[in-house]
């Protein structure tokens, strides 16, 4: 049973950072996909980054890309998400989720029901 912990939301003006983090325990989180989502009232939880288990390819969602920083650190069993230039827009409740399933098509590297272990979330609030 993997256990995930989310750390390091919080509010930051615009055009400011936050790293997240995804710390993993009770079992090996290096085996596993880490996805991060997030999540504002009144919607569905959004794919914004995902790190493979078996070579680390990244994959970002186009209202991410260029901006966040998806990577592991197997030493640590934690995965991180860099998050700069951040806009309003950002704001949202930011969960890690973890699947054993590695290979995937691009159109299923955010299908929630594909991840078995998730995250309690950190709130991220960006003003403007």
């Known amino acids: 049973q993997l256990h995930l912990v989310e750390s390091g939301g919080g509010l930051v003006q615009s055009g400011g950072s936050l790293r997240l983090s995804c710390a993993g325990s009770?079992?090996?989180?290096?085996?596993?996909?880490i996805a991060w989502f997030r999540q504002v009232p009144g919607k569905g939880r959004e794919g914004v980054s995902r790190?493979?288990?078996?070579?680390?390819?990244?994959y970002y969602a186009d209202s991410v890309k260029g901006r966040f920083t998806i990577s592991r650190d197997n030493t640590r069993h934690t995965i991180y998400l860099q998050m700069d230039n951040l806009k309003p827009e950002d704001t949202g409740v930011y969960y890690c989720?973890?699947?054993?399933?590695?290979?995937?098509?691009?159109?299923?590297?955010?299908?929630?029901?594909?991840?078995?272990?998730w995250g309690q979330g950190t709130q991220v609030t960006v003003s403007s």
């Open positions: 009770g079992d090996t989180v290096d085996y596993y996909a």
């Open positions: 989720a973890a699947t054993i399933i590695d290979f995937v098509p691009e159109t299923s590297l955010f299908r929630a029901q594909d991840y078995d272990y």
């Open positions: 790190i493979s288990s078996s070579d680390d390819s990244t």
